[in-house]
């Protein structure tokens, strides 16, 4: 069965959480209306997030191409459930 979008997003914040090592919490990233650059999201915690999505779940994230929807956890959501989606469909 596939993953929620709900389990997916606690799944994002928790990865995101982790990948800035304790600079930020999930209040500061709430107050920041879920915006990673807003809270200063920095370019290594962003690389350790990538990683860990694709090591966790099994997807492929392009930096390059993908930029603007590593903004927000709504835009990361919808970006990994639609990889998951095209993985589940292959």
């Known amino acids: 069965m596939p993953a929620s979008p709900n ?4 799944r994002i914040v928790r990865i995101v959480l982790s990948s800035a090592e ?8 709430a107050a920041a209306n879920w915006s990673l650059p807003e809270v ?10 990538i990683d860990t999505v694709e090591n966790e779940l099994g997807v492929y994230l392009d930096p390059e191409e993908e930029s603007e929807r590593f903004e927000t956890i709504d835009s990361l ?3 990994i459930s639609q990889h998951l989606r095209e993985s589940a469909d292959v």
């Open 40 to 49: 200063s999201y920095s370019s290594l915690a962003y690389i350790r997030m």
């Open 7 to 10: 389990d997916i997003r606690s």
């Open 77 to 79: 959501v919808e970006l």
């Open 22 to 29: 304790g600079d930020l919490t999930e209040r500061d990233l």
